[in-house]
């Protein structure tokens, strides 16, 4: 199947990858919203919440709880939403959910409006890998 996110699974593709286990990886957003934009994803492939079954989603939802401390502590965010498009809004047909960090001096909303505050998420991989 050509599927990017099953690709960036199998290290077909290379990413920002920084947290795993054995049913899921997550990974920076290329193209943030945010920085810390990260993207949770099964290893198997799902389309969207109607195919995903209900282990795989606990499992998302309880590896969410850990990187969200780990984004915590990393980026010192102040908070963070979660977002999982299905149909028209997904862009990518492999399940996946978003979590978008907040900052207290720079929310995500004016991020958006103002990319150019958005650092390189390699900048931000480096910060998350690190032993601080
Ligand atoms: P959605 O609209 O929920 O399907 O969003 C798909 C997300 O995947 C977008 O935020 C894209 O920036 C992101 N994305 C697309 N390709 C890649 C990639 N190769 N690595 C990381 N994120 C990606
Ligand atoms: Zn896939």
């Given amino acids: 199947m050509d599927c990017i996110f099953c690709k960036i699974v199998n290290g077909e593709i290379p990413s920002y990858k920084f947290y795993e286990n054995d049913k899921i990886i997550a990974f920076l957003d290329i193209n943030p919203d945010c920085d810390g934009h990260t993207l949770i994803i099964p290893k198997k492939h799902f389309t969207d919440l109607d195919d995903i079954d209900i282990d795989t ?18 980026l010192g965010c102040a908070g ?13 047909k492999h399940y996946h959910l978003h979590i978008k ?22 900048d931000i991989y480096d910060k998350l890998k690190s032993s601080k």
């Fill in 80 to 92: 963070m939403s979660l977002i999982q498009n299905n149909g028209s809004v997904q862009e990518i």
């Fill in 57 to 74: 989603l606990k499992c998302i939802n309880e590896s969410a709880k850990e990187i969200k401390k780990i984004l915590e502590k990393k």
């Fill in 101 to 122: 960090p907040y900052y207290k001096n720079k929310k995500s909303i004016e991020m958006i409006k103002y990319p150019e505050f958005i650092n390189d998420p390699k």
